[in-house]
């Protein structure tokens, strides 16, 4: 069964606020409860229907790459009391997302198609095509906005307006590039190539960690190691593991989040198609069998999971 929100009201819990794609309760300033639905959005519009298993394909690989990185990196995760929830510490967060891309794919493709050579004040080497590698991996900024779409934002600019401190911003850089470099072996391990992802960062009591999710479908793209360099020479597009897919689906019916253009109706099929290639991905890069979502309610028993969770930490 489809997860498409949740409305709790958790013992100490002070706010309540829902994202794209998680609803977030805030417990006694202390914890987030982020509970990850099944909704599933591009171009920064949430589609009309839920995608069933999404959001344990999220929690579980990004409780996967947290657990695995702790050593590099503090993050916020305290706990995971059921498949669709994380229970972790409150931060205050940065309003940033850490972008790092490994590969001319995407949003920087698009952006580098268009003529430009510089993204984010970083520049971009002439002669490359779609999905070549960069000599480099490089940051590309974005804000992160309340509404709306976020936007490209240079180093330069983010410490020129106060957004994040010179010296937070060296480490969120530098923690920025430990967990690309990390994820980038780990997916090689795989038969992946991570290509590019996003990390957020928060901080608390003067510490700064990594919030949210990592290397998950959402927020990263992967391409198939074995494939990638015979596509490339033959000019092909990369077999892929990303939501990439969704967005091509959305512009090939004509949408692209821009003002006047009308969501496409998704139908049963599609639908479907996002679900396996969300739980491939699960299963590709945990190496785990994925538990899919009964039929029944499952709210009861997160609540439940949840209650007992914040218990132990009372």
């Keep these: ?11 100490g819990q002070i706010s309540k606020y829902n994202g794209k794609v998680r609803d977030v309760y805030n417990i006694q300033n202390k914890y987030l409860v982020m509970v990850a639905s099944d909704r ?4 920064d519009h949430i589609l009309p229907r839920p995608i069933p298993n999404k959001g344990r394909v999220l929690n579980g690989v990004a409780y ?15 706990g995971l009391p059921h498949p669709n929830v994380t229970v972790g510490r409150l931060c205050e967060p940065f ?10 794919a995407g949003h920087a493709w698009r952006e580098y198609k268009s003529g430009k050579r510089v993204l984010c004040g970083v520049p971009m080497p002439d002669g490359m095509k779609e999905n070549d ?45 430990a967990l690309f470099d ?22 608390a009591d003067g510490q700064i960690y990594l919030i949210d999710e990592i290397h998950t479908p959402d927020s990263s793209r992967y391409f198939y190691a074995d494939t990638y360099q015979a596509n ?21 019916n004509g949408f692209q989040g821009l003002d006047g253009q009308q969501m496409p109706a998704m139908p049963d099929d599609f639908v479907q198609t996002v679900s396996e290639r969300y739980i491939h991905l699960y299963e ?19 609540e439940k999971a949840v209650l007992q969770m914040l218990e132990t930490l009372s």
């Design 40 to 43: 599933i959005s591009a171009f």
């Design 95 to 104: 309003k940033i997302e850490m972008v790092i891309r490994g590969y001319l």
């Design 284 to 302: 590709k890069i945990t190496g785990k069998t994925f538990e899919r979502e009964s039929d029944t309610d499952p709210k009861p028993a997160m």
């Design 133 to 177: 590698r960069f000599p480099e991996p490089i940051i590309t900024p974005a804000t992160k906005a309340e509404e709306g779409h976020d936007l490209d934002i240079s180093k330069e600019d983010i410490i020129a307006q106060g957004i994040v401190s010179a010296e937070d911003y060296a480490v969120l850089e530098k923690y920025t590039r």
């Design 182 to 203: 990390f994820g980038t072996k780990y997916a090689a391990e795989k038969g992946l190539i991570l290509v590019d992802t996003k990390y957020e960062f928060g901080k």
């Design 64 to 78: 996967t790459f947290m657990k695995a990185t702790e050593h590099l990196v503090p993050n916020w995760l305290i």
């Design 232 to 252: 490339q020479d033959a000019g092909l597009p990369q077999k892929q593991l990303s939501k990439e897919f969704v967005r091509e689906w959305l512009m090939e």
């Design 1 to 11: 069964m489809a997860i498409s929100g949740t409305d709790f009201h958790f013992p």
